[in-house]
């Protein structure tokens, strides 16, 4: 998705946030490298979920849900389905993660 066709703005955070995604019947660790109130683009250890529903989780944060948007070899990007979750999602995750990515 080109920066044209976004309504909001999106970061990239210091580091990426290490989030937990749930879809297609499992879960797996990803990190998301750029975040905005409409959505975030998402890394991902394999290829991504067939389902076009997710749902992100971090353990400060708490979860919310989104929709692919795009999608790439091992990355994807979705558009989150509520702005005050997003805009709460951010706040948390803004105060630092506490769970690094595993290597």
Known sequence: MDAERRHWPRDRPGQ?????????GWSRPCRIAHIGLGGAEVHLDGAPPRNLEVR?????AGYFYATRAWV????MG???DSRERARAFLS????RDPRPFPA
């Not at 990426?16 to 297609?24: C, K, M, R």
């Not at 948390?92 to 105060?95: A, D, R, V």
């Open 56 to 60: 992100i989780e971090h353990p400060a």
């Open 72 to 75: 790439g070899a091992d990355v």
């Open 78 to 80: 979705i558009a989150f």
């Open 92 to 95: 948390l995750c803004e105060l």
């Open 16 to 24: 990426d946030i290490a989030v937990t995604l749930t879809a297609d």
